[in-house]
């Protein structure tokens, strides 16, 4: 019986201490702290001016006391869920992951929780996605390459603030992040070019996609600046997969077309290429040089490592998620892009005579 009553009594002690902590309240914070609660409250949402030794204080104030912010409570009081929806099209893709995860963190340091949902390259379930997402009160929504119509991004706007990628929509509320691919997609070729390569092929993306076809624009421009015909025959679907590039590139060797070089869309349909080009016994670059488009991390280990178009994932994350957040705080966004640049490697080589 006795065991039992001291049992009782050492889960109470462990209930009592819980609904300590959970009790914890703004108001005890700014006591410990020695500052007002709206002092406390402006200190932990970021927008707080005052002295460094304050700060501080409510930092001690909170450890000590083991408080946390109830974000109910502020998304009740500010009128925000402090959530934003993101779309993607395909999660498994390594260059959305690795994207995703970058404005994860950025979104993250401003206070925002992420609900991802995925699109898959439709249009009905991508508005299903916003729905959902809408339901769950979000405070603004990152569209990656939309599907929808522009009346219909420009409609939705009225419901969440949007920011768009990979498209360019004219709304007071939607910021359109649209980088032309096709600067960097010549600079590849040209490089190409300036090895001596003149029959260059190209592994095309997804034809639906902008993006594809800025990079097929690109390509096609850094032919006919140097003189040389573009030849339709040279150029083979594929659709951003591993799987995609080496089905494309087998599919061109089986034309029987001669080519020294080979320029794919994306990084994925680069490395399918590659293991084509291995299986067929050709030799990367020694017989044929490939450069792909992304400079995703993976790209740096491949076997050669591959030479591509690198655009800052990194950069790219962060500004969408910075478009967002002032967005939703009601301040015009003034976007940046860094041109892409080339990242060489040893899967390129001059053309041997």
Known sequence: MKKKTTSRSSRKRRVTAASQVLAVTLEMVATEAGVSPSTVSRILNGTARVRESKVRAVNAAVAKLQFRPNPVARSLAGGKSMSVGMVIQAIESPFYAETLATMEK???RAGYSVLFVSGHWREDDERRCIEHLLSRRVDGIILMTSCLPEQELIQLSRSAP???TGRHVASDRICSLDV??????R???EYLIGQGHQRIAFIAGPVEHPDSTQRLDGYKAALAGSHIP????LVVAGDYTDAGGYAAMNRLLDTGESFTAVFAANDQSACGAML???RRGLEVPRDISVVGFDDLPSSSFTIPPLTTVH???NEIAVTTAEAM??????RTPAPRATPATLAIRESTARRRD
């Open 180 to 185: 032309d691919n096709s600067p960097g997609a």
């Open 187 to 189: 600079l590849a070729a």
């Open 230 to 233: 573009f030849s339709r025959k």
């Open 106 to 108: 950025a979104l993250f």
């Open 162 to 164: 949007l920011v768009l």
């Open 311 to 313: 655009r800052s994932i």
């Open 276 to 278: 084509a080009l291995h």
């Open 325 to 330: 957040v002032e967005l939703i705080e009601g």
